[in-house]
Every structure is written in C-alpha cells, then in structure tokens.
C-alpha cells in the first residue's frame, strides 16, 4: 500500500475494508454485501493509475487446488472494501487501491469462502501450508511468484489492519477470506489472513 494511507478499515460482510477497526469478512452464505475487509482510505489511486503498471488478473495456488480469475476491487461509497459480489462466489478480486502484485507493498486478494449460492473460491484456503506457491499473471501473462511465510485467522473486532495494509518495501502479498465459527446472525468470526513475499 502507499506508505502515507492511514489504514483504517472495518469489515461489514463479504470481503471488504473501511476505516476504524478492521476486519475481512470474506464470504459467507448470509454475507453477500461487499464490504468487509481492510483497505486504505477513499483518496488512495491505484498503483496501477499512478504507475502506469498492468493489473492482475489471475491467480494460482496449486497446493490447494485453487485457480481463479481476478476482478478488480475498490471501496464502497462508506469507505470498506469491496468484496466479489455473491454471485460470483467462485472469483477473486485483487484491491486495486494498494500495490499490483510484485511491486513493493502489500497487495491484497480477497475471495469468499462460501456465499448463499454454497463452495466459494477460497473456501479451500484454510488447507494452505507455509512454503505453499502461489503465481499471480498479469493482464500481459507475466507472472509474480510468492511463497507462502505464514498464516493467522483473526476476529473481525481485531483485524490486524497495519499489518495487512501497512507499508512495506517486500514485495508481499496478502489473501483474505472468512474463517471460524459464526454468529448468531449466521455471519463468520474470524477472517483467515495468508501472508506471502515474492520469490
């Protein structure tokens, strides 16, 4: 993310960020708005705007057995992040408002884990191991390689907002979904957070 964004964001439901405490609730059955994940404030442009860089639009995680498409996400109009809408529970969306996969920062994916509609593309993420490969391919069909450091599932009143969003010169990524058990509501606890760094 750009080194001078305040992070504030909260998770609503889906996937999304908006600015306070910060949570991604990325995808459950009963969850099919988009915001619910952590991001920058609304002013921030898209590295790919001000760098001129292609955006993703692919990504792979063999080890797991997921591959999906990329949509491009930005912020709802409160300020979280947006989240694949339910209907397209089995695509990814990378946040356009941090760095494009393989640049320096840390570039966010987000997906669901499951929607109404049932399985969601990162329902299967919770199986992910430290050392896992994960290649991200450009709208060009270049590919950005990044393994797998480690994971964590969070409570969405404690989402670890800095240190998803937060400047860094590694060229890092981060993926969100939901985790946990759920509510009385029937909404997800906790936010599953994988962190990788570029080969």
Known sequence: MVPAVPLVLAVLAGC?????????????????????APGPDKGTESSQETKGTLPPAKVDIPSVGITSSLMVLGLNADGTVEVPPAE?????GWYAG?????????AVIIGHNDTRFGKAVFHDLKKIAKGAAITVTN??????????????????????????YGATKDHALRLITCDGGFDAQGHPVNNLIVYATQD
Do not use: I, L
């Not at 999304?16 to 915001?35: I, K, L, M, Q």
């Not at 397209?88 to 990814?92: C, I, L």
């Open 88 to 92: 397209k529970g089995m695509t990814a």
């Open 16 to 36: 999304s960020a908006t600015p306070e405490p910060a949570t991604a609730d990325a995808g459950h059955a009963r969850s099919s708005t988009a915001s619910d």
């Open 139 to 164: 709208t060009a069909g270049a590919d950005a390689h990044f393994t797998v450091t480690g994971t964590e599932s969070v409570g969405k009143n404690a989402f670890p907002t800095e240190k998803v």
């Open 98 to 106: 941090g760095p494009v996969p393989g640049e320096a920062g840390p």
